[in-house]
């Protein structure tokens, strides 16, 4: 990369450590977020939650994540996207323990609603400064930046999968994941260089989206139901509709994680050459192709290969829009996510209803109608340029 005045470069911190700090951040993310949904199905057992009631759970983390938002724009504004990776970071890991700390349904609602809090404004802020390094770098790096983030879901979801299947408890799971975390953060923050961005100071609080801008949170409210609902839905799927045991479910929302990172290891490039709206839109149709093979249930194999395919198809989403929207500045990137982050709050509560009158397949098939909807906005997003 190269930086301008008033940026302090990476090769200005410790060898290799300034140019790892923000991939750091956004794979700490993903361990964190696979490491929940690796075993969502032995706390639903544990807990004895009907698909209806664990889709209530899964509302309490949307709503927190949701309602936490505009704080998530204040704080990049008032601190830095910096600080606010930190401040926001040590709260996802002191949240994600008392998940599994849980002893009954209100009590896992109201810790699922303090680790969306928690996750959307971490997320805010490490793609808030992703954005500006973008900027600085003068060329497309969000999509490798995000490709960290599927390395975590990757390994969160494969280290679950070796722990169900040997019989450790969540809490001690959750608790060992929390502390290597927190060595992560805190190596991230520490040689994280520090950007100075234009200031927002004169820009309102609360992101109030118009205009292209509204486009653009549509495509990323959709991507979060889509990928939101394979990440909460899909361990459980292959559990009640192929009949795996805990240590196998994990590996459909791991096989969507390997073939997300496969894809944004080269989205960057395909945006370059093809244009950021041609990328997402025919992704967004691969996605609908993925869903269709995973959710008829043939077998094990087929189902994590449509998972996958879903995956790749997806990886474009939010980093190009995520990346559209911070050209604009934090308050409209925090604007955009709050509307993405929606998604997150209807997308798995929503499944799980369907799946509660419907069966689980005709449910999980509504996410091949929301991948054709992104690739019909995304064809007709010029923002997204």
Not at 164 to 190: D, E, I, N, R, Y
Not at 329 to 339: E, F, I, K, R
């Amino acid at each position: 990369m190269n930086f301008k005045q008033g940026i302090t470069p990476f090769s200005a911190r410790p060898p290799h450590l300034g140019q790892a700090a923000a991939p750091l951040l956004f794979f700490l993310l993903g361990v964190i977020y696979a490491t929940w949904a690796a075993r969502i199905p032995a706390i639903r057992d544990v807990l004895q939650l009907n698909l209806a009631q664990l889709g209530l759970v899964l509302l309490a983390g949307g709503i927190g994540a949701v309602a936490s938002l505009p704080l998530a724009g204040l704080l990049v504004s008032r601190c830095g996207a910096r600080h606010a990776a930190l401040y926001t970071g040590i709260g996802l890991l002191l949240m994600l323990p008392c998940l599994a700390l849980a002893p009954g349904m209100g009590w896992l609602c109201a810790a699922m609603a303090g680790l969306g809090a928690a996750s959307s404004c971490f997320d805010v802020a490490i793609n808030a400064y992703g954005a500006e390094a973008e900027k600085i770098a003068g060329r497309s790096i969000m999509s490798m930046l995000h490709a960290w983030f599927c390395v975590g879901t990757m390994s969160g979801a494969l280290l679950g999968s070796g722990l169900a299947w040997m019989a450790v408890s969540p809490l001690t799971h959750f608790s060992a994941v929390a502390v290597f975390s927190a060595t992560l953060l805190w190596t991230g923050f520490k040689n994280l260089p520090p950007l100075h961005p234009r200031s927002d100071a004169d820009k309102p609080r609360l992101a109030l989206l118009h205009g292209p801008l509204i486009i653009l949170g549509v495509i990323g409210f959709c991507g979060a139901m889509a990928e939101g609902s394979i990440a909460d839905w899909s361990g459980v799927f292959m559990k009640d509709q192929l009949a795996v045991d805990d240590g196998v479910a994990p590996l459909a929302f791991a096989g969507f994680s390997a073939l997300m990172l496969a894809a944004r290891l080269v989205c960057d490039r395909l945006k370059d050459r093809f244009g950021a709206r041609r990328v997402v839109a025919l992704g967004a149709l691969l996605a609908a192709v993925g869903v269709v093979i995973a959710v008829l249930g043939f077998n094990v194999v087929l189902t994590i290969a449509g998972f996958a395919l879903t995956g790749a198809g997806l990886a474009a989403v939010f980093p190009f829009v995520f990346s559209a929207a911070g050209r604009h500045g934090a308050t409209a990137l925090a604007g955009v996510a709050t509307l993405s982050y929606s998604g997150s709050l209807i997308g798995p509560p929503l499944i799980g209803f369907l799946a509660q009158g419907w069966g689980m397949q005709a449910a999980l098939a509504f996410i091949a109608l929301l991948s054709v909807a992104i690739a019909c906005m995304a064809s007709r997003a010029a923002l997204l340029e």
